[in-house]
């Protein structure tokens, strides 16, 4: 007794060390101080007009320095597109070492360390998680009332457009917004920033159980740990964007995790979970059905595989109703699904539709043109459902898990609104789909790109000019390249008969 006491005082210690000695070793890698060099510069570019809400604490010592005169805002989008640009050439970097000879986790909290006090960066949906609790907080509910309704602090930070529309997510992150509104007193800005915590613990459950998961379906851990847990788009839009998404993409690995371990009614309720915090979860419920039992046409494969799918949606819908209820905002987000279309986004269907309403608009036949819009972004969201049915049939037979990366993919190109947070909801998962180099490269690239973008946005908001905006398009493609090209030569002489 004595004895095994004595062994568990010091277990803990000893693993600190551990913990210690692999944060240490990380830090000696140049990419990973380059990479913490980064985040700083992207916090400090981060305090400029484009995404700061005029409320924010930041801009009383802002102007105090005079900071807030044009040359300002071009030194801070400046910095922001060095930032972006030493982040994904430290990614690069890293690709030959990690998980190899250093671990991933260290690098993704090194990396991360200087975003958490940041003002969400590159998007405003933090603010109107915090302005969503706070009408909770009095008594309001967010499905039938926008943040309108309650005018001051709350809602002046939230972007013009969403000011007036009924909150789309589900019902557990409503009420983890109201929660975090109470702890950060509320202030509204402090609320949006704290809006990071559940971004962060979905964030720690990728990163800790991504390469294990794809270790025991036996697919390359090491390319799970570089593309996914170090990869600048979760860095930036996970971590710094405080995005819902984060908890529930890292919900969803912890039920893949957990059906890997035949843990099949306790999986099918973290889908639940999931989706309560934001409803493209459900998907789930048919990949940890098939988690480990691969079906084939026979009745005798066929029926049980149906009924454990059909089970394990049942306890995910059946999950996702009790909390509704317990929350006591039942299903109002159901007046919400069109929400993310009103505005143009990425989506393929949103700017065609834009560019034909816009055509239609010089002909003097706006209406029209706003119908074959909306036709355009309901013709994208039935492709995709047939993309997902005509996968769940063939893919997700022998690998469930790549049917839901892949499903996730077309639900984010083939719908209404595309931001590059909701591609992270396949691509998190894309490495356990045993991708071709092909693929990866062609994944990389979308990453370097959407991150360009983002940069070169902020130059616009920033009224900074477009050549900003180009430029920084124009490094991160150059970037792109010279990694495609060094990677195609190193896999070269990889193969090549003299090597080795």
């Not at 390359?220 to 995005?243: E, K, M, R, S, Y």
């Not at 690998?399 to 639900?411: D, E, G, T």
């Not at 947070?421 to 990453?447: C, D, H, M, N």
Request: charged residues 10%.
């Amino acid at each position: 007794m004595g004895h095994s006491g004595t062994r568990f005082r010091f277990a803990r210690p000893e693993r600190l060390r551990r913990y210690g000695y692999d944060v240490g070793h990380a830090w000696k890698l140049g990419p990973v101080k380059q990479g913490f060099i980064a985040t700083s510069l992207l916090h400090v570019g981060s305090l400029t007009p484009a995404y700061l809400p005029q409320n924010s604490p930041w801009w009383e010592p802002i102007r105090a320095l005079s900071l807030d005169v044009w040359p300002a805002k071009l030194v801070g989008t400046a910095l922001v597109i060095a930032a972006v640009a030493l982040l994904i050439d430290a990614w690069f970097k890293l690709r030959p070492t990690l998980y190899h000879e250093v671990k991933h986790w260290p690098i993704c909290l090194i990396w991360s360390l200087p975003l958490l006090l940041a003002p969400p960066i590159f998007s405003h949906d933090a603010y109107s998680y915090a302005a969503q609790g706070w009408l909770l907080h009095n008594g309001l509910n967010p499905y039938e009332t926008s943040v309108s309704v309650l005018p001051g602090a709350f809602a002046d930070q939230v972007a013009y457009v969403w000011r007036y529309t009924p909150a789309p997510y589900g019902p557990l992150s409503l009420q983890l917004s109201h929660l975090l509104v109470l702890a950060a007193g509320l202030n509204p800005y402090y609320s949006a920033v704290m809006m990071r915590l559940p971004a962060l613990l979905g964030v720690a459950m990728i990163v800790y159980l991504l390469p294990r998961i794809a270790h025991r379906i036996k697919v390359d851990p090491q390319v799970a740990a570089w593309f996914t847990t170090i990869n600048p788009l979760l860095i930036i839009d996970f971590v710094g964007g405080a995005h819902n998404d984060a908890l529930m993409m890292g919900l969803i690995v912890l039920a893949i995790w957990l059906a890997l371990h035949g843990q099949f009614w306790q999986s099918a309720i973290l889908v639940g979970v999931a989706a309560a915090v934001k409803q493209p979860a459900f998907l789930a419920a048919y990949t940890v059905a098939l988690v480990g039992r691969p079906w084939g046409w026979h009745h005798r494969q066929l029926l049980p595989a149906v009924g454990r799918a059909l089970v394990s949606a049942g306890v995910a819908i059946a999950t996702f109703a009790a909390i509704s209820v317990a929350t006591g905002l039942n299903f109002g987000w159901i007046n919400a699904l069109d929400v993310p279309g009103r505005v143009v986004t990425l989506a393929p269907m949103s700017l065609v539709g834009e560019g034909i309403r816009l055509l239609f608009v010089q002909f003097g036949q706006p209406a029209l043109g706003s119908r074959i819009a909306g036709g355009l972004l309901v013709t994208g969201v039935v492709a995709s459902a047939l993309v997902v049915g005509w996968l769940a049939v063939t893919l997700a037979r022998k690998r469930p898990v790549a049917f839901l990366s892949w499903s996730y993919l077309a639900v984010a190109i083939g719908g209404p609104a595309l931001h590059s947070w909701y591609l992270l909801w396949g691509g998190a998962l894309l490495p356990l789909t045993k991708p071709s180099e092909r693929v990866t490269r062609v994944a990389v690239i979308v990453t370097a790109v959407l991150l360009g973008y983002a940069a070169g946005n902020l130059a616009y908001r920033n009224d900074t000019g477009i050549g900003l905006g180009l430029g920084a398009l124009a490094l991160v493609t150059t970037m792109v390249v010279r990694h495609v090209m060094d990677r195609r030569r190193t896999l070269r002489e990889a193969h090549s008969p003299t090597a080795g």
